[in-house]
């Protein structure tokens, strides 16, 4: 989906003057809201914004003093993942 947004010539050009490309910073400030509101994921933010991978969505997230998301059921999942993983590596040694 495309969408529009029209600003006064005035207020654009102010806007432009604080740095980077106002086309981005809108967007970026529209996947933060979404995200910190619950109606947006990681990983939804990871494909509005164009990233590869989650550690760029949580670099992003941390240089807007964003806090992840990351409730009891995430830590469960990771604690299933890890114990999964050592259950599968072979014994070093």
């Given at each position: 989906?495309e969408i529009t947004i ?18 981005r910073r809108t967007l ?55 114990g999964h993983l050592h ?7």
């Amino acid at each position: 989906m495309e969408i529009t947004i029209h600003i006064p010539d005035d207020l654009a050009r102010s806007l432009g003057q604080a740095g980077g490309d106002l086309t981005r910073r809108t967007l970026e400030a529209l996947a933060i809201d979404g995200y910190r509101s619950g109606k947006l994921t990681e990983e939804q933010v990871r494909r509005i914004l164009g990233y590869g991978t989650r550690m760029q969505v949580h670099r992003f997230l941390k240089e807007h003093d964003v806090y992840l998301n990351y409730g009891l059921e995430d830590l469960e999942q990771d604690m299933q993942t890890l114990g999964h993983l050592h259950e599968t590596e072979p014994a070093r040694g």
